[in-house]
């Protein structure tokens, strides 16, 4: 689903916008870390300071409505080099502490990404992960230095 370009895009971006909504509908966002492996996209509950993870307006969300948004933008103060990828998919909740298997080879992921992972535990409490699986896409303007709406 996503195109090499879009893939690019996420790989170099340190940051985006995961947006969920509750049962009724109301909007929640935050800023997050993320990796990217195919059409999966990985989002950390990670040790810093939140409280209990499973109370998370995120996480509550989640299991309530597991459509979300990530939205990964590109800003400059040239405008004609703006760009964004609005990426729309349903999350799932990978749960359990340890390493191994998708939430493991998740982390290693991050922990590539982000060398902030070096000190800080990528997973809180119960070893909560958020998986995005892409189901829709929309972009817009440069993504990095190519130009061109998609």
């Not at 922990?111 to 829709?136: D, F, H, N, T, W």
Request: aromatic letters at 6%.
């Amino acid at each position: 689903m996503l195109s090499e370009r879009e893939s690019r895009f996420l790989a170099g971006a340190r940051v985006g916008r995961l947006a969920t909504a509750d049962a009724a509908g109301r909007p929640h966002a935050v800023p997050v870390v993320f990796a990217c492996r195919g059409d999966s996209i990985y989002v950390p509950i990670d040790a810093k300071p939140k409280g209990d993870p499973l109370r998370l307006r995120r996480v509550r969300n989640i299991r309530e409505n597991p459509r979300v948004v990530l939205l990964v933008d590109h800003y400059e103060e040239d405008w004609s080099r703006l760009g964004f990828l609005l990426v729309r998919g349903r999350a799932s909740l990978l749960e359990g502490a340890g390493a191994g298997g998708e939430r493991g080879e998740a982390e290693d992921l991050l922990r590539a990404k982000y060398p902030q992972y070096g000190e800080l535990a990528v997973s809180a409490g119960p070893g909560l992960m958020i998986r995005i699986e892409v189901e829709g896409r929309a972009a817009w303007g440069r993504l990095g230095e190519e130009a061109g709406a998609v």
